[in-house]
Structures are given as structure tokens and as C-alpha cells.
């Protein structure tokens, strides 16, 4: 299994979790598919596009599970990030945990307590 992430704002999380699926953030709905990155990403993707938010949740998915349709394909420096061209549907989660901001960065490794 290869996990890819997908970050969302507490209220598109709610959103999704209310509704079983979701066509994504404003910016996926624009694009035509739902963004995701690697673990070796996901922490840029939060620092670019997620600067200084509290509130988010880190989603993981099994790549495999996702296809056919998730495609890789070129975006930030040439990078091949994984883009899901349908919904994503709530059964498709691995796992969800918050993605708190401490001193001013994501942490993508909270403690539990």
C-alpha cells in the first residue's frame, strides 16, 4: 500500500464526512480533478497553499484503490503529484488525523495525548 494525502479545512472535512464523498476544495473543483501528494510532498503542498491555516485534517489514501483514477502527472518543478479524476468517497480514507500548525509550521507528526 502507498499512501497519498490530501489536506483539507475543518469545514471541507465536515463537508465531506457529512455528504460520503466530496468533488474536492474550491481549487479541485476548478481544476476537474481532487490534488493529492506524496509524503515526500505533503509538506510543501501545506507551506505553499496552507501557509499559517489551523483547522486542517491530513487525509490518507491507498493509491491502488484509487485507480484507475488517479493519474500522476507534472506539476511543481516537473514532480509527479497524484490527481483523482471522480469523487472521493469516504470508504476510499485509510485514515484521517488533524494537521495542527505549531510554531507556525504543520506538524505532520503529533504526539498523542
Same mark, same amino acid.
Given at each position: 500500500?502507498?499512501?497519498?494525502?490530501?489536506?483539507?479545512?475543518?469545514?471541507?472535512?465536515?463537508?465531506?464526512?457529512?455528504?460520503?464523498? +466530496?468533488?474536492?476544495?474550491?481549487?479541485?473543483?476548478?481544476?476537474?480533478?481532487?490534488?493529492?501528494?506524496?509524503?515526500?510532498?505533503?509538506?510543501?503542498?501545506?507551506?505553499?497553499?496552507?501557509?499559517?491555516?489551523?483547522?486542517?485534517?491530513?487525509?490518507?489514501?491507498?493509491?491502488?484503490?484509487?485507480?484507475?483514477?488517479?493519474?500522476?502527472?507534472?506539476?511543481?518543478?516537473?514532480?509527479?503529484?497524484?490527481?483523482?479524476?471522480?469523487?472521493?468517497? +469516504?470508504?476510499?480514507?485509510?485514515?484521517?488525523?488533524?494537521?495542527?500548525?505549531?510554531?507556525?509550521?504543520?506538524?505532520?507528526?503529533?504526539?498523542?495525548?
Amino acid at each position: 500500500m502507498t499512501l497519498i494525502y490530501k489536506i483539507f479545512r475543518e469545514d471541507e472535512y465536515a463537508d465531506f464526512l457529512r455528504a460520503g464523498e +466530496t468533488a474536492g476544495a474550491p481549487i479541485d473543483v476548478a481544476d476537474g480533478y481532487i490534488h493529492f501528494s506524496t509524503p515526500e510532498q505533503a509538506e510543501e503542498t501545506a507551506a505553499k497553499h496552507f501557509a499559517g491555516e489551523d483547522g486542517l485534517m491530513l487525509v490518507a489514501c491507498d493509491d491502488a484503490a484509487l485507480a484507475p483514477d488517479l493519474k500522476w502527472e507534472p506539476s511543481r518543478g516537473g514532480a509527479l503529484f497524484p490527481h483523482l479524476y471522480r469523487r472521493l468517497r +469516504t470508504d476510499d480514507v485509510a485514515w484521517a488525523q488533524k494537521l495542527p500548525l505549531e510554531g507556525g509550521r504543520h506538524n505532520f507528526n503529533p504526539s498523542e495525548g
